[in-house]
């Protein structure tokens, strides 16, 4: 048994130690605020992670294909804005053409990646200015009206639910699903050797294009999540997203190179995040020195995944 668990560890250390990190920081966390393990402080805190986590569960998904995506940002805030200015018109119906547009935005960055052989990093460094711009002409001005019942179910909870943490455990399952299929299993495989997935007879174009098209659903989510929890829309707020999911996405082990990471690690690295956020308004820092705590946190995330990986490589 101890051999098991010790092996056991040794396959998912990137999420054991994730996980011992966040049991520090909720323990520091508590200090400063004691009611953090009851039910509303949960309600609450899953409603403001949530973008976080959809959002860094989609750029994991592009990152595992050898990809990246700078353009998450301005997707996660155009979905926002057309749910939040369709949502009188239904929410179903508002939250269906947000992910359709984000879905669309991400298989047009898979697209020219595929097929044009386009650096990614390129391709969506300017796919952020054409979606961004493309927001600014569906919300020019912050507003929109998302429905204040939907509004207070989501921050508060229904009927004792916290309905944000329910939607992660199930966006978590279907990953879990997905993972296990064709599609799954060429994913990794793309992303860890394209040439060696390509001579195995894996169309290596469609799974690049379906890549990103499946992040653009994550980062979808995420700009519906993030309207519901404020009520409204706003053209800009998506842009910290971008560099915040590039860092959980590190810090949960996942390859820039492809081909190597856990979801569930990304979702708790997003968690870490959210709550060294927190930490950092408790202690009354500044945003600017809250801006360069999470860029030296990346550094070091880096740093040592590549320091670990090279170890690991001799």
């Known amino acids: 048994m101890p051999d098991r668990l010790t092996a056991a560890l040794r396959g998912n250390l990137d999420v054991t130690g994730l996980g011992a990190l966040l049991v520090v920081l909720l323990a520091v966390y508590s200090h400063y605020d004691s009611q953090v393990f009851t039910p509303a402080s949960i309600t609450i805190l899953s409603a403001q992670f949530l973008p976080l986590i959809l959002a860094a569960m989609g750029q994991s998904t592009v ?15 155009l979905a926002m804005a057309v749910f939040a200015v369709r949502a009188e018109d239904g929410v179903l119906v508002a939250a269906g053409l947000a992910l359709a547009a984000a879905a669309a935005t991400g298989a ?48 508060n909870g229904w009927n004792g639910l916290a309905l944000p943490f329910v939607a992660i455990a199930l966006v978590l399952l279907a990953w879990k699903l997905v993972r296990t299929t064709r599609f799954g299993l060429s994913l990794y495989a793309v992303g860890g050797n394209e040439h060696g997935a390509y001579a195995s007879g894996i169309g290596t174009r469609k799974v690049k294009i379906s890549a990103y098209a499946l992040a653009g659903v994550f980062v979808g989510l995420a700009g519906i999540g993030l309207a519901i ?41 997003a968690l870490l995040i959210g709550l060294l956020t927190n930490l950092l308004l408790f202690t009354g820092l500044s945003p600017f020195y809250q801006l360069i705590m999470q860029g030296a946190v990346l550094i070091v995330a880096i740093a040592v995944k590549t320091f670990a990986t090279r170890e690991r490589t001799d």
């Open 108 to 155: 047009a960055n898979g697209v020219l990646v595929a097929y044009a052989g386009l650096p990614p990093i390129i391709v969506t460094l300017a796919a952020s200015f054409l979606w961004g711009g493309v927001t600014l002409v569906v919300l020019p001005q912050p507003g929109g009206s998302v429905p204040s019942g939907l509004v207070k179910a989501y921050n």
């Open 63 to 77: 990152m595992l294909a050898g990809g990246i995506d700078l353009s998450l940002g301005a997707v996660l805030s």
């Open 229 to 269: 929890q404020t009520g409204s829309g706003d053209a800009t707020i998506g842009t910290p997203y971008t560099l915040n999911s590039i860092a959980a996405s590190v810090l949960a082990g996942v390859s820039f190179f492809g081909g190597v990471g856990q979801m569930r690690a990304t979702v708790l690295a």
